[in-house]
């Protein structure tokens, strides 16, 4: 069967072995049968550099090397330092924010998907800080345990700011997502980040299109699988 699978927001670490195990499950069976797979982003709830000798990141990456299809990444909001390293060690191709695939015949726009979500200034501003090139280098080379005492705070200070944002803000903006699938010339889209699993029916330019988004590994998997009959979202057990 030919087809072709997409997963994002597993957010695995070390707290969390229930959704390591999932996900090392996915690839050892339905991971198997498809053309690629492509990982949308936040792979690991937070990554502060290819250096970090998590015993985790190591088990994670031999398990991608080993599964014999082409694997594909895009950054997440988490995991946006992921390096060439790390890339070289899973057999992954790293790929930009934005991604157009043709696939059985469709022109598939994917990405993570934080992009969409402008009405949430505050984080769009912070998202602009941290991917300037300089103030990357300058974080992947402080010494590691400076680096996890950073990562911890941000992570705290992200939960705590989260919790005072309403839940329309946190989602993508309708006109954002226009504008993108238009710019890209494609009636598909395909994304994670908002952990609102669906699938979204939409009017573009007089055609029907749609949005297809991810859920988040929390307590069960998500998939998005798309072949020659279309696209579909897909959740089973760890």
Same mark, same amino acid.
């Given at each position: 069967?030919?087809?072709? *699978?997409?997963?994002? /927001? ?13 996900? *090392? ?6 991971? $198997?049968?498809? /053309?690629?797979?492509?990982? *949308?982003? /936040?792979?690991?709830?937070? =990554? ?7 015993? #985790?990141? $190591? ?48 022109? +598939?726009?994917? %990405? !993570?998907?934080?992009? #969409?979500?402008t009405d949430d200034e505050g984080y769009q501003r912070f998202r602009a800080k941290? !991917?300037?090139? =300089? ?6 080379? *402080?010494p590691l345990r400076i680096r996890m005492r950073i990562a911890t705070r941000m992570?705290?200070? &992200? ?8 839940? &329309?803000? %946190? ?14 010339? +494609? ?11 669906? +699938?979204?029916?939409? &009017? ?20 998005? $699988? +798309? ?12």
């Open positions: 069967m030919s087809r072709t *699978l997409f997963i994002a /927001d597993l957010h695995l670490c070390t707290e969390e072995p229930a959704i390591t195990a999932g996900f *090392l499950h996915f690839l050892q069976g339905e991971a $198997q049968q498809c /053309d690629a797979l492509y990982i *949308l982003g /936040d792979l690991f709830e937070a =990554w502060i550099g290819d250096d970090d000798p998590n015993p #985790l990141h $190591q088990r994670i990456a031999a398990a991608l090397k080993a599964l014999p299809v082409p694997k594909f990444f895009i950054h997440g909001n988490r995991d946006f330092l992921l390096g060439k390293r790390f890339a070289r060690e899973s057999g992954m191709t790293l790929l930009p924010e934005e991604q157009v695939l043709t696939l059985y015949g469709q022109r +598939v726009l994917i %990405m !993570h998907g934080d992009t #969409l979500c941290v !991917h300037q090139r =300089w103030l990357q280098r300058l974080f992947l080379a *402080l992570r705290a200070d &992200s939960k705590n700011a989260n919790k005072h944002k309403s839940l &329309s803000i %946190m989602d993508v903006n309708p006109q954002a997502v226009e504008e993108a699938m238009t710019r890209q010339q +494609v009636r598909i889209l395909i994304h994670g980040h908002t952990h609102r699993p669906a +699938v979204h029916q939409l &009017s573009l330019q007089g055609e029907s299109a749609q949005r297809v988004v991810l859920g988040a590994w929390h307590e069960q998997g998500s998939m998005i $699988q +798309v072949d020659a009959a279309g696209v579909q979202l897909i959740e089973f057990p760890f």
